[in-house]
Structures are given as C-alpha cells and as structure tokens.
T-cell receptor, first 114, second 116 residues
Framework: GEDVEQSLFLSVREGDSSVINCTYT??????LYWYKQEPGAGLQLLTY?????DMKQDQRLTVLLNKKDKHLSLRIADTQTGDSAIYFC??????????????FGIGTKLQVIP | GAVVSQHPSRVICKSGTSVKIECRSL??????MFWYRQFPKQSLMLMAT?????????EQGVEKDKFLINHASLTLSTLTVTSAHPEDSSFYIC????????????FGAGTRLSVL
C-alpha cells in the first residue's frame, strides 16, 4: 500500500536554505508533489515531479527525486518568513477506477526565524 | 493554475443538524472530485471520490449515510454531513484533477466545521 513519511518540524533562519525530506513506499508512483498549507487555509500546489525525473527547479524551489531509495526532497533557497507553513509531501498512484489516488504525508512544519 | 472554489469556509452548527459543503471547479470540468478530512496537526485523509453522474466511492471506514456526496454536474460536487455531532468537527477539503488522468489535483480552500 501507499505510505508517505516526513519529519514533523524544521526550523531555519531567514536567508538560509531549507531542505524538507520525504520517503514513500509505493514504487509505482507516477507523480510526487509538494503542497504548502498556511494556517486555516487549503492546500497550495507548490511543485510536482514526474516519477521518471531526477530533479526539477522552479525559482527558489528545487525538487530532488531518488527513485531507487524512494526519497523526495524540497529545497527552498533564501528562505523567507513568508515561507513559514506546513509542507505536505504526496504521491499519486493509479487507482483501479482509472484516476490518480493521492496519498499525503503528515506534513512538515517549517518555522523561519527572522 | 486551475481554481477550485469551496464554500462555506467556516460553519458552526448545532448537534443534529445537517451541513452542506460545495466544491466547484471554476475554469475546468471535473468528472471526478475528491473529499478529504483533516484533523488538527494531522495529514489529509481521503474520505471519498465523487463521480459525476454516478455514486461516490467511499474509503474504508467512512460512513456513506453520514457523509452524503452528490456530483450533479461537471463543475460541482457537494458533501453533506448529516445529523452532525461534535466528533464530526474537522477541516474538510475538496480537490479536483484537471485532466481525465487526474495527474494534478487542485484544492479548495477548505471548510472548517464546528459542531456544538
């Protein structure tokens, strides 16, 4: 079955880089995602990576995927106080109904210290 | 990105009443939508898959008579929490994929339900 694990908490200083790690169990994952959730709000899709890619960079965000180890990471360069939020790692696998079923990790709370 | 609108954002109701939550895809059609529940400081748990024109598919342990789902059009799915009780208090979030393969899911802003 699908299982996604990530650490609960990360604290960094403003201006430093943040690295949030995630491991997953289902080797048949098609997409892996990073979502951001601010207090009381819904989920904002930050970035995603297709399972046959190793890396994806989008401005301050860099996603690294090690498919062999089933490890996904999100690096945020020059972390700002506005980056403080909970970051969810998620994987999608094809459901028997034909759609992609998304499984989420528990979320990593990123605290940025000014 | 695609926009998913969810209403209401917050609802407070008395125990025993029913509450309806709407999820709309604003700029795309969604034959499938998903309903999640999030407890404080926990991850999202998939409750059910809403299918346009047919019955919803519920995850194991989710009472289908308690959480009624209707997907009457390609842009609207509703979740009705029937006879709500305090233990139903939670954050409910819907999502919709933008393609038939469901690769990328966009989420609504969520509904905070508080049952007194």
């Amino acid at each position: 079955g699908e299982d996604v694990e990530q650490s609960l908490f990360l604290s960094v200083r403003e201006g430093d880089s943040s690295v949030i790690n995630c491991t997953y169990t289902d080797s048949s994952s098609t997409y892996l995602y990073w979502y951001k959730q601010e207090p009381g709000a819904g989920l904002q899709l930050l970035t995603y990576i297709f399972s046959n890619m190793d890396m994806k960079q989008d401005q301050r965000l860099t996603v690294l995927l090690n498919k062999k180890d089933k490890h996904l990471s999100l690096r945020i360069a020059d972390t700002q106080t506005g980056d403080s939020a909970i970051y969810f790692c998620a994987e999608s696998t094809r459901h028997s109904g034909g759609y992609q079923k998304v499984t989420f990790g528990i979320g990593t709370k990123l605290q940025v210290i000014p | 990105g695609a926009v998913v609108s969810q209403h209401p954002s917050r609802v407070i109701c008395k125990s025993g009443t029913s509450v309806k939550i709407e999820c709309r895809s604003l700029d795309f059609q969604a034959t499938t939508m998903f309903w999640y529940r999030q407890f404080p400081k926990q991850s999202l748990m998939l409750m059910a898959t809403s299918n346009e024109g047919s019955k919803a598919t519920y995850e194991q342990g989710v009472e289908k008579d308690k959480f009624l789902i209707n997907h009457a059009s390609l842009t609207l799915s509703t979740l009705t929490v029937t006879s709500a009780h305090p233990e139903d208090s939670s954050f409910y979030i819907c999502s919709a994929p933008t393609s038939s393969t469901g690769s990328i899911q966009y989420f609504g802003a969520g509904t905070r339900l508080s049952v007194l």
